[in-house]
C-alpha cells in the first residue's frame, strides 16, 4: 500500500538558479521513483517536504540510488536473519551512510524530535533513522525512514537536505 495522493505526485517543472545558472530540481522524481520499490511505503508528506529543496542532478541522481539501495540492501538488512552491524553493512554494500539514531543532544531536545515525529497507522511515531549524503545544500540530503517489522516496509517520512540537529541549531544560535 503506497500513501501517496495524485495531486501530490505531480512534480514542479525544474527552474533555474540565476546565482549559478545551472539546472535545478527538487526531490519530487526521486520520490516518485520509490513508488516502483514494493519494499517502500511513502507517507505524503515526504512529497511536501521534497518540494522544497533545490537541488542538481547528481543530487538527484545520488537521492535516486539511495532510494534503491534502502529499497533492497537495506530491506535485506532490516528483515533479513542476519546480525549484522546494520550501518556498517549497509555502507559497505551500498556506500551510503545510515544513522539508526541521532546524537544524544538531539535526542534531549523536544523541539528537534519533532522534526522526527510521523503519524503513520494511526500512530504518531518518532525515527531517528536515516540515509545520508553529502554535507552541504544544495549537494546532500537525508533520507528519513522508520521500519514497519509488521508489514516488512521501509517507511520513507521525509527527504530534504538536512533536519535540525543539536549542533546546527547551537550553530545558528550562536551566529
Known sequence: MILISQAAMSPPGPFKNLN?????????PALNRATSHPTLVLLPCAFRHAKRCAID???LQQANLAIDALATA??????????????????????????????????????????????YGGERIF???HVK????????????????????????????????????KAGRKAA
Open 20 to 28: 549559478e545558472g545551472l539546472e535545478m530540481n527538487d526531490f519530487v
Open 57 to 59: 542532478r547528481a543530487t
Open 74 to 119: 537495506g530491506h535485506e538488512l532490516f528483515f533479513g536473519i542476519s546480525r549484522l552491524d546494520i550501518e556498517k553493512a549497509f555502507r559497505e554494500k551500498t556506500g551510503f551512510d545510515l544513522s539508526l539514531r541521532e546524537g544524544p543532544n538531539t535526542t534531549k531536545d523536544k523541539e528537534l524530535m519533532r522534526l522526527r515525529r510521523w503519524d
Open 127 to 129: 525515527s531517528q533513522a
Open 133 to 168: 549524503w553529502g554535507n552541504r545544500a544544495p549537494r546532500c540530503f537525508r533520507l528519513h525512514f522508520l521500519v514497519d517489522r509488521p508489514r516488512r516496509v521501509i517507511v520513507i517520512c521525509r527527504l530534504v537536505h538536512h533536519l535540525e540537529t543539536y549542533t546546527s
